[in-house]
């Protein structure tokens, strides 16, 4: 199994909803990114998890909230966005955190894509 | 400060011509990684094609080439054969060995005509 899952596909919500992203791998990957990507521009890197623990958080706002629950799982939990968090969203692992190499290229997820009204 | 640099924001190109796409990165650092990425309009990030510093061969990988040229800075990714899937936006990243994340640059716009 070489890929990356992402759900929900497409997510509107409102400014006040409560709502989670979800990503899985079942490659053995020990390292786990979120991106936020707006259209026409390279992702954004939010977060990194390294072996299940919070390795980098890139000055994201306390309204997105990661959670890694296992290896395998990556969550987003988003509160009180604004319209401007209106982006895709990817996810991303790798076999290991540190160093190079091709083993270590980030495999990505199909994004969502969330609106927020 | 390291960056990638994509010169070419969109480009057309005639179906089974081969294409080149050009990055240049600037690093001081003598270990780091090129990677190329393709983003079709599903929204997908794939991986294609990696370089890495110390290598001393071009990489290949099918369709794909790296022409990478270190004493420019240069990696650029060569298609032949272009296929109407082959248009996508197209991504060069970079990464440091002592940091494990990408640099990216700003993507070229890639269709191919039929």
């Known amino acids: 199994d070489t890929e990356v899952t992402q759900t929900p596909k497409h997510l509107v919500m409102g400014m006040t909803n409560k709502k989670s992203l979800k990503c899985e791998q079942h490659m053995g990957h020990r390292a786990m990114y979120w991106y936020k990507q707006k259209a026409k521009k390279p992702p954004e890197l939010m977060f990194v998890y390294s072996y299940e623990k919070l390795s980098i958080n890139e000055s994201v706002p306390s309204r997105f909230s990661p959670e890694c629950p296992n290896s395998s799982l990556l969550n987003l939990h988003l509160h009180a966005l604004q319209p401007e968090d209106s982006a895709l969203y990817l996810c991303?692992?790798?076999?290991?955190?540190?160093?190079?190499?091709?083993?270590?290229?980030?495999?990505f997820g199909p994004g969502t894509r969330l609106t927020v009204l | 400060a390291q960056k990638i640099t994509q010169t070419q924001p969109g480009m057309f190109v005639q179906e089974k011509e081969a294409v080149t796409l050009d990055c240049t990165y600037d690093?001081?650092?003598?270990?780091?990684?090129l990677f190329w990425y393709k983003q079709p309009s599903s929204g997908e990030m794939i991986f294609l094609i990696y370089?890495?510093?110390?290598d001393q061969q071009n990489a290949t990988e099918g369709r794909y080439s790296l022409n990478f040229q270190k004493a420019r800075k240069s990696a650029n990714l060569v298609i032949s054969a272009s296929q109407l899937g082959d248009s996508a936006m197209y991504f060069c990243?970079?990464?440091?060995?002592?940091?494990?994340?990408?640099?990216w640059g700003a993507g070229t716009k890639l269709i191919i005509k039929p």
């Open positions: 991303a692992s790798s076999q290991d955190g540190l160093g190079t190499g091709e083993n270590n290229e980030q495999f």
């Open positions: 690093t001081s650092d003598p270990s780091y990684g």
């Open positions: 370089q890495g510093s110390y």
């Open positions: 990243a970079m990464r440091l060995d002592s940091n494990y994340q990408l640099i």
